[in-house]
C-alpha cells in the first residue's frame, strides 16, 4: 500500500465532505487527485475518466432506473393508501396500534417500491397525521417511520441489493433477494417489539377491533398491489426473466394498476417520469464516480492490504466480523448507501470469504449496517425526510430513534451470527 496515495485519498475525501460538497463529487474529485499523485497527468485523467464511463456500462445497472420508475408510479398511483388500510386491519388493535401500521405498511411499501426515502414519504405522510390526531407525539411518529422504512431495502426488489451484485462481481441478484425476506422480516418483528412497548409506556390508547372481515376486505382491495412481488420475484427465480427484465415489467404493471385504480392521469405522467429520472440521474452518478474510486483503490492494492492486516488481527471469524460490523457502521455515518456498498464491499468481501462467511449472507450483513445509517445524521437521507414528513426536528427525534437503534443492532447481531436467516431459503431454491 502507497501510504502517501491513501493519505491524500482520505484526507482529500473527508476535507470535501467536511465543506459540504456533494458525496459524488467528493469520491470523484479525491479520486481524480489521489490518481494525479500517483501517475503521469494525461495517463490518470484519462483513466479516471474510462473508469467512471465503464462503470455505467453493465445491462444489470438498468434495473435500477426501471424500479425507481416503478417506485415513482406507485407513489402517485394510490397503493400507499391500500397498504396501509391493509396493515391497519392487521395490526390496527394491538397495542401501539398506528405505529405497528406503519411499520407494516412500510415494509410492504418498501418491498415494493424498493426505496426507503419513498416509503418514509408515503406511509408517513399517511399515518404521521393519523397517529398525531389519535394523541402519538410527531417525534415518536417519526422514529417509527424512518426506521421502518429502511425494510425496504432489505426485503426485495431492493435496489441497493443491484448495487451489491454488481460490487461482489456477479453474485446472484435472484439469490440476494430471496435472501433479504427474513433478515427483512426480523428487523420488522423487533421494531414493532420496541413500538409495543414504548406505547405502553407513553400510554397510547388503541382503537379499534381485530375483524376477519375488514381483513379479508382490504387483503382484497391490496391483493393487485402485493402481487407485483410476487411478480418480480416469483419470475426472477423461476427463470421467466432476469432482475432487469423484472424491473421492465414492474413499471408496466404498475402504469396499469395506477390507470385501473383511478389515480394517475396521463398529464402527471411527465413530471412522474421528470422525477424518476432526477433520481435514476444523482444514483448512477454516486454509481460511475464510486467505480472509479473503487479501481484506484485496487490499484494502490489497498483491499488486498486490509485484508491481511484484518485476517492478522485475529483468526476467531466472529471478531473479524465484529469489526467489519464497527467500521460500516462508522462508515454509513459519514457516506451515502450507493457509494458505501460500490468502495467498501471490493474491500471486505475478500475477507468475509476467507472466513467462510457466504458472499449472499455478507452482502445481507452489509446492506443492514448500511440501513442504520440512513437514519443517522449528518448524511441520513431517510432521517431528513421522516423528519420533515412529521414536521419536527432531527434534535427531537433523536431520543425517541435511539431504541428503534437498539432493536436495528440487535437484529444485526442475530444476522451475523445466524447466516442461516440469510442463506436458507436461497437453498431451497437451488441458489
Known sequence: MQLMEVAILVLTFVVLIGLGMPIAWCIGISATVTMLVSIPTLPALTTVAQQTATGLDSFGLLAIPFFILAGQIMNQGGIARRLIAFARSLVGSL???????????????????????????????????????????????????????????????SNILI?????????????????????????????????AIMARRKGYTTRGIFSLREVGRTFVRALPSLLLLVIVIGGIVVGVFTATEASAAA?????????????????????????????????????????SMSWIMAFENI???????????SNNPIVIMIIINLILLFVGVFMDMTPAVLIFTPIFLPVAVQIGIDPVHFGIIMILNLCIGLCTPPVGSVLFVGVGVAGTTIQKVIRPLLPFFAAMLVALLIVTLVPELSTWLPAKFGF
Open 251 to 291: 413499471v408496466l404493471y404498475c402504469l396499469a394498476l395506477s390507470f385501473i385504480y383511478g389515480e394517475v392521469k396521463v398529464s402527471e405522467l411527465p413530471q412522474v417520469f421528470l422525477s424518476a429520472i432526477g433520481t435514476t440521474s444523482i444514483v448512477m452518478i454516486l454509481i460511475a464516480t464510486s467505480i
Open 303 to 313: 483491499p488486498q492490504d486490509i485484508t491481511s492486516f484484518l485476517l492478522a488481527t
Open 163 to 195: 448495487v451489491y451484485s454488481l460490487a461482489s462481481g456477479g453474485v446472484s441478484i435472484a439469490a440476494l433477494f430471496l435472501a433479504g425476506y427474513l433478515p427483512g422480516l426480523l428487523v420488522g418483528f423487533l421494531l414493532m417489539i420496541v413500538a
Open 95 to 157: 397495542p401501539g396500534g398506528l405505529a405497528h401500521v406503519n411499520i407494516i405498511a412500510a415494509m410492504l411499501f418498501g418491498a415494493i417500491a424498493g426505496s426507503a426515502a419513498a416509503a418514509a414519504s408515503a406511509i408517513g405522510g399517511t399515518v404521521g397525521k393519523a397517529m398525531e390526531k389519535e394523541g402519538y407525539s410527531k417525534e415518536f411518529a417519526a422514529a417509527v417511520n424512518i426506521t421502518s422504512s429502511t425494510t425496504g431495502l432489505i426485503i426485495p426488489p
